[in-house]
């Protein structure tokens, strides 16, 4: 009996370190490959709570320490293919600055740096008239 316990327990901690995430090797393999944003967009954080910075974009490569609130601003770089997740970049007022991967839902994306306003295309269609 005690064996028979022993191997299923090692059998299941076998399996678990199986599907143990390779944050760095995932973030190595996806980088350079997803869509980019050109130029790249601004956002926004929306909903509520803390929005942990991730080292890839998969649920166990949080980095706890590292997060942005509802209402900070972020440049959004890239997002997977399936909109789950983005690669963004947030300054601190401290100056320093952070990049990494965030859950999209809870980020509003504004439009695009440089891109011209309703109100300037307006005019600019109008002038060559």
Known sequence: MYLRSSLLCLC???SLSQAA???SALAEKISGTVPEFHPSVP?????TGR???HEAPDEACANKKIFVIPGDSLTVYSSLEDES???VNYIAKSGDDYTGWVKA????IGVPYGAPS????EASVGDAQ
């Open 12 to 14: 299941l901690f076998s």
């Open 21 to 23: 995430v390779n944050c």
């Open 43 to 47: 956002g926004k954080v929306i909903g």
């Open 85 to 87: 997740w983005l690669e």
């Open 105 to 108: 839902d809870r980020v509003e």
């Open 51 to 53: 929005l942990h910075f």
């Open 118 to 121: 309703d109100g300037a295309e």
